[in-house]
């Protein structure tokens, strides 16, 4: 294999440890006014995320960072091209994780209300803006050749040459509400999973009810994008396997097996991802003007050494990633209930004074 | 306006305020590192109570950083993506090296030392916030070294067809060495930062009375560390400047204004009337200085703008006014090496107030005025930081790679002027929002202080342990958001 399909293999992989990982934390946050009806309620949401989403944050980053290393026109024409979209995106991620941190520093209820209100948005839209980037990215969107600073007649010149309204087609856009929904349904198996008593009960009655309405968007948007895929045989099988995963999961929370719903939701959205890289190979961003603008994995990439050196960076840290990573989720695996959340400190007072034994 | 000049207010803004809690979060995590180490050997409760009062400012400062740090990796792209493709090859891999060495290792290891009070052994628990630390360490080293490659491309070849950096030595890009003594100099000014917030604050607590005997230790580390961050601010700040000489000679001459070539140069520190070119009235000049940190000898001959000009006209072409602006360069030069090092006075008085066991009577003039200082000293290393990046970005202009792209040259061609004013009236504005809400809540937990004894749990772990033994399933979490 070509050192440049590994990196489009690995940043696809990146791309689905972070749906993966952040869907879920966006999913409890997209569901904390629904499920989140009292203050206790919200904060064991807030709190099956709180040790680990910073960590599921940094997958985007590091799929920012590759892309760059490896594919520096792709890294380039989609983040010019998508401008203001990534803008609203950065915004809410810059709210959301604000939020996390500053919401239980202070013991006021406008302030706490107003906090969640930005954990809410800043898990709605990247959820959605990205799903909608990603049909872009699949589907087409207009990009074509301008003379820049750079010597012409290379790939160098392919620009996006549309408008931020470009972006909101409709097989985007079904693309943006299958990840917010889809995360949604992610989100709230992993409150299932994560919780005991009244948060689990609603969670998994969310998770039943938007994942109802998330498989039949997630069916129709993903045999769409068979439209663009360049090898149907391979895209249409995993997404058909995505969608019994998918329903998968929905009887796993039936059965009250959430371990086994969160796996399958999270091989849902791996396959469903998988399936639109596999189908856009090697092709990394479509021209919906001509066919010879699409960036490819060629002549988008960087040069061998980089991507030589790069190789070795990723494969001897990865695995080392992995380990601690998830040696996190091991150590915060138990459920959380209402009844293990401390009180609020009083005005004035720190409020981590509070602990198993400040009863009397 | 143009997109480019809205472009570079935007990264300039941006990047600025990302800079004012990167060394708070450098030099923070190690404050906090050694306090706790201090108390898992000891044992005295007194440095989990600093570990305590001082982790919660440092989360505050952490989680600005974070959020603020995930625009910088993104907006290459949006704003400069000429430059991207120009550079990506050569600057993407520090870029990627540092998420996957550096910031998987603060956020997952801080997620734990957050949280994992009482789910990890004392000693285990210890070493999140280590490994936490170092990764703020790793994570400076990649992209100063990237940054250091804008101000001297090395390790690259230009690739003929393409036009495009080409990486062909990495070494060279992360070993050289304006990469290395940048990486010292931005690290003894982090530390200078996060030490004049340790002391400030600690000796604040000193002065109001509260928990004296729990602050007097973190008054006097950090002043000791102010002190040692001074001197070596000063020997890196010598040789990054004898580095620039030979790298950058328009940047250094720009840093004095110095117009033309001189042996002897003095340095002044201040000068009225316009910098404009022609003569800039000294008023107080210390002569032979400027040869002296340029070349490291009094007689050396210092390049001026003038003749540094033609010769770069030379060496990349005429038509470019290859001067930056030389106020700008003049005046961040000066702050920078004013204010930064202003902390290591306030750390000389404030291990001479409280040596010893001693705490002065506060209520008098003394007390008001070390209040006064301690206040100044916060603000001086921050706004020396901002001095320092200005000074060497902007020093850099009009280049964005030195010798290699203009600045001009390396924005995004399509992005639009209004597109630009969006994200940057949008930042700009989240950003001072931000600031706002973070400075109340700062003074809001100074204020409070530190927990008392009474209020620790001292073992959270062995109570969780035992909770866990007694099949207590509904043991109250020790930490939650």
């Known amino acids: 294999m070509d050192l440049v399909t590994f990196w489009f293999i690995l940043i696809a992989v990146l791309w689905v440890g972070y749906f993966v990982l952040d869907g879920f934390d966006q999913g409890v946050g997209i569901l904390l006014p629904f499920i989140g009806t009292d203050d206790l309620r919200r904060r064991v949401m807030i709190n099956t995320v709180g040790p680990v989403w910073d960590g599921n944050e940094v997958w985007l980053l590091v799929a920012g960072g590759a892309t760059f290393a490896a594919f520096p026109l792709w890294y380039a024409t989609m983040f010019s091209g998508f401008y203001l979209a990534l803008f609203i995106i950065l915004l809410a991620l810059i709210l959301r994780g604000v939020a996390f941190e500053f919401r239980g520093k202070r013991d006021s209820d406008r302030w706490r209300a107003n906090w969640d209100r930005a954990i809410f948005i800043g898990s709605v839209v990247p959820a959605t803006l990205f799903g909608v980037a990603f049909g872009n990215v699949v589907g087409g969107s207009p990009i074509s050749p301008i003379e820049t600073t750079l010597p012409t007649g290379t790939a160098n010149d392919l620009n996006f040459t549309g408008s931020f309204f470009d972006l909101l087609n409709p097989f985007s856009l079904l693309l943006g509400v299958m990840t917010l929904l889809v995360f949604t349904t992610h989100g709230a198996i992993f409150l299932a999973l994560k919780t005991r008593g009244e948060v689990r009960t609603a969670a998994r009655q969310a998770a039943l009810r938007v994942g109802v309405a998330a498989a039949v968007v997630a069916v129709g948007a993903l045999l769409w994008a068979q439209a663009f895929s360049g090898r149907v045989a391979v895209t249409l099988p995993m997404v058909l396997l995505a969608a019994v995963a998918f329903l998968g999961a929905l009887a796993a929370t039936l059965r009250n097996r959430d371990g086994w719903a969160f796996i399958l939701t999270s091989v849902t959205i791996a396959l469903a991802v998988s399936s639109l890289f596999v189908g856009m190979y090697p092709n990394v961003m479509v021209s919906s003007i001509d066919e010879a603008f699409n960036l490819t994995v060629f002549n988008a990439s960087s040069q061998e050494y980089a991507l030589m050196i790069m190789t070795w960076v990723a494969v001897i840290m990865t695995p080392v990633v992995l380990v601690y990573q998830g040696w996190t989720y091991w150590v915060f695996r138990k459920r959380i209930s209402t009844s293990m959340i401390p009180p609020h400190p009083p005005t004035g007072r720190a409020d981590d004074r509070y602990t198993g034994r400040v009863s009397s | ?481």
């Open chain 2, 1 to 481: 306006m143009e997109a480019l000049d809205l472009a570079r207010w935007q990264f300039g803004i941006t990047t600025v305020y990302h800079f004012l809690f990167v060394p708070l979060t450098i030099g923070g995590a190690f404050f906090v590192a050694a306090f706790q180490t201090a108390w898992v050997r000891t044992g005295n409760v007194k440095y989990l109570q600093l570990t305590k009062f001082f982790g919660k400012l440092f989360l505050i400062n952490f989680a600005m950083g974070l959020v603020t740090g995930i625009v910088q990796e993104f907006q290459f792209g949006m704003n400069w993506s000429v430059y991207s493709r120009f550079v990506g090859d050569v600057f993407g891999a520090p870029l990627a090296m540092e998420g996957l060495l550096a910031f998987f290792m603060e956020s997952v290891f801080l997620g734990l030392w957050i949280f994992g009070w009482d789910r990890l052994p004392k000693g285990i628990h210890l070493a999140t916030i280590w490994a936490a630390a170092i990764g703020t360490l790793a994570s400076a080293y990649f992209i100063l070294a990237a940054n250091s490659w804008m101000q001297h491309p090395v390790g690259y070849l230009i690739d003929d067809e393409t036009g495009r950096a080409v990486l062909n030595d990495i070494g060279a890009v992360l070993f050289q060495d304006t990469a290395v003594v940048t990486f010292f100099h931005t690290m003894f000014a982090s530390f200078m930062t996060a030490g004049a917030a340790v002391a400030a604050v600690a000796g604040y607590k000193m002065v109001k009375g509260r928990q004296i005997n729990v602050f007097r230790p973190a008054v006097k580390s950090a002043s000791i560390v102010m002190i040692v961050a001074a001197v070596g601010l000063s020997i890196t700040g010598d040789m990054t400047s004898k580095i620039m000489v030979e790298q950058q000679p328009m940047k250094m001459a720009a840093a004095e204004g110095l117009y033309e070539t001189e042996s002897q140069a003095p340095f002044s520190i201040l000068t009225i009337g316009e910098i404009n070119g022609n003569s800039a009235d000294c008023v107080l000049c210390v002569p032979g200085l400027l040869s002296f940190l340029a070349t490291g000898s009094f007689d050396g001959e210092v390049q001026g703008i003038n003749d540094i000009q033609a010769e770069y006209e030379q060496r990349f072409g005429a038509g470019v006014d290859y001067r930056p602006i030389v106020p700008v360069t003049y005046w961040s030069f000066r702050l920078m090496i004013g204010l930064g090092l202003l902390g290591a006075l306030f750390g000389m008085w404030s291990l001479w107030r409280y040596r010893g066991d001693r705490t002065p009577n506060s209520n008098g003039r003394m007390g008001k005025f070390y209040v006064l200082a301690a206040t100044t000293v916060v603000l001086a290393p921050l706004a020396a930081n901002s001095a320092g990046w200005i000074f060497t970005e902007m020093g850099r202009q009009p280049w964005v790679v030195f010798g290699e792209q203009l600045t001009s040259a390396g924005v995004s061609p399509l992005v639009s002027p209004l597109e630009v004013w969006i994200s940057l009236i949008g930042f700009t504005v989240v950003y001072a929002v931000l600031a706002f809400i973070e400075v109340k809540l700062l003074l809001y937990y100074i204020r409070k202080g530190a927990l008392e004894r009474d209020e620790l749990v001292e073992d959270p772990y062995a109570d969780a342990v035992a909770a866990e033994n007694s099949d207590d399933d509904d043991r109250t979490l020790y930490f939650a958001y």
